[in-house]
């Protein structure tokens, strides 16, 4: 299949599926990098939402029972992995490291026993998306972790 060819109707314009594959590949770093930028902007808000103690932070805080206290504390770790992750050269190790700390979130929410889809399933969600922007944009990570075969 890889050594397939598509011909034009002139058959003078020959394009390999390897050529092919290279612009999806050029496509799936962009919308890798989309994600991964998404992802970074939301982080950087929640972070500074936390140290700024914004109103809605620090009452969705509490309401999980964590005292006011430890809400800085969590804004600089969120901003510490998240500064992490936005740097190519350490970016698999904020995405761990962010992982833990959205499942810190999900662990949060099953205790006081939130919606599962709507509440408790947000920190899993935007797991998938660190995790899935990373992966469209880091032929290492590819590598690591093929999803078929060649």
Do not use: Q
Not at 108 to 132: A, N, Q, T
């Amino acid at each position: 299949m890889a050594d397939a060819v598509h011909h034009n109707h002139g058959g003078d314009n020959l394009m390999s599926l390897h050529t092919l594959g290279a612009s999806n590949s050029k496509w799936a770093h962009r919308i890798g990098w989309g994600m991964t930028g998404l992802m970074i902007a939301f982080l950087l808000f929640d972070g500074v939402s936390k140290l700024a103690l914004e109103e809605h932070v620090v009452e969705a805080t509490t309401k999980i029972g964590y005292p006011t206290e430890i809400i800085r504390p969590l804004g600089l770790i969120c901003l510490a992995c998240t500064i992490l992750y936005a740097i190519p050269r350490t970016s698999i190790l904020g995405a761990i490291l962010l992982t833990a700390y959205l499942g810190g979130a999900v662990a949060s929410k099953v205790r006081i026993e939130d919606p599962l889809f709507s509440s408790i399933l947000f920190g899993v969600y935007f797991g998938i998306l660190v995790w899935g922007g990373l992966y469209l944009r880091d032929g290492r990570l590819r590598e690591l972790i093929p999803l078929r075969r060649n």
